[in-house]
């Protein structure tokens, strides 16, 4: 089992660059897949991307603008969000799943964050 917390969501301008965080605790980092997701209010939580030992996936919605990395050392897993626009507004999940997998659909985690909200202002 591990605990997640996510940090690193703010108001920022569009255009504007920001990084989010998720500390990951609880159980050996190397064995689970992360995932990052996102929701706004009424619809239901989207995959952004996800890494595991095993490679990396991103939504085509955020290819090329967002990246996602992890720092062994702090059990800590990235997501750098560049040229963000107002449509990238909403609260901001991390999410583990036992295995190296990686996927994008949020049915298949079973640990999750708290969330983070990212406000993007136009």
């Known amino acids: 089992e591990v605990q997640l917390v996510e940090s690193g969501g703010k108001l920022v301008q569009a255009g504007e660059s920001l990084r989010l965080s998720c500390a990951v605790s609880?159980?050996?980092?190397?064995?689970?897949?992360v995932g990052w997701f996102r929701q706004v209010p009424g619809e239901g939580r989207q995959g952004l991307s996800c890494?595991?030992?095993?490679?990396?996936d991103y939504a085509d919605s955020v290819k090329g603008r967002f990246t996602i990395y992890r720092d062994n050392a702090k059990n800590t897993v990235y997501l750098q969000m560049n040229s963000l626009k107002p449509e990238d507004t909403a609260v901001y999940y991390c999410?583990?799943?036992?295995?190296?997998?990686?996927?994008?659909?949020?049915?298949?985690?079973?640990?999750w964050g708290q969330g983070t909200r990212v406000t993007v202002s136009s």
């Open positions: 999410a583990a799943r036992p295995g190296y997998i990686a996927t994008m659909h949020s049915d298949q985690y079973s640990y």
């Open positions: 609880g159980d050996t980092f190397d064995d689970y897949a």
């Open positions: 890494l595991s030992t095993s490679g990396f």
